[in-house]
Each structure stands twice: as C-alpha cells, then as structure tokens.
Nanobody
C-alpha cells in the first residue's frame, strides 16, 4: 500500500499563494488517481481536486476552480497542488489521497490511502 506525506502548508495572507506537495513511497504513484481533500474545524472533509494517473484529466470543486491547479510528476512520485488567490475560507487541513479509479466527483471512500495532512491558514 502506498504511503503519502504532505508538505508545503503554512500561514499566508489573503490573496497569497502556496504550493502543496504529496510525496509517495511504497508503491508507484502512476498506478493511482490522486485526490486532494480538505477539512476545516467543525466541518466535514470535502473534495478539492482529483487528477488521473497520467495527468490528462482533472476535476475541481467549484469554489477553487481557476485558483487551484493540481499536477503530478510520476517520475518523482509526487503530486502537487498550486493554490493561488487564497481566501480565508480556504483555511483547512489539506490531505492527499490515492485511489484506484478516477471520477470527476469522487467521495472520500473512493480513496484507500491517505496522508496525515498539512495545515493551510489564510488570514484576512
């Protein structure tokens, strides 16, 4: 089973940018569709974006479309989430996850492997 470690979170002012990374070990990342989810305090975990195994297909939740970009480098076994024009409502713990299948609106249960998360805090 693949192990995932997120990094790149931090504190940023509204309008700023962050780039999250998700490094995989224990398995070849190219075997998986990769997703990013987030969870704010007191709220349920929500889907942010997904990318298929090759990077040719992506999908985003409406509130981040045009601001966030997911990408992957299978040679480096790493997936990235570039977050621009950040808003206070983007504040959350961000998780990456590995799943077998790609679909445009995945559920958390579609993913078998999860990282521990990296905190993103956006100040107003």
């Amino acid at each position: 089973q693949v192990q995932l470690v997120e990094s790149g979170g931090g504190l940023v002012q509204a309008g700023g940018s962050l780039r999250l990374s998700c490094a995989a070990s224990g398995s070849t990342l190219s075997s998986y569709a990769m997703g990013w989810f987030r969870q704010a305090p007191g709220k349920e975990r929500e889907f942010v974006t997904i990318i298929n195994w090759s990077g040719a297909r992506t999908s985003y939740r409406a509130s981040v479309k045009g601001r966030f970009t997911v990408s992957r480098d299978n040679a480096k076994n790493t997936v990235y989430l570039q977050m621009n024009t950040l808003k206070p409502e983007d504040t959350a713990l961000y998780y990456c996850a590995a799943g077998v299948y790609y679909r445009d609106s995945p559920r958390a249960s579609d993913f078998a492997s999860w990282g521990q998360g990296t905190q993103v805090t956006v100040s107003s």
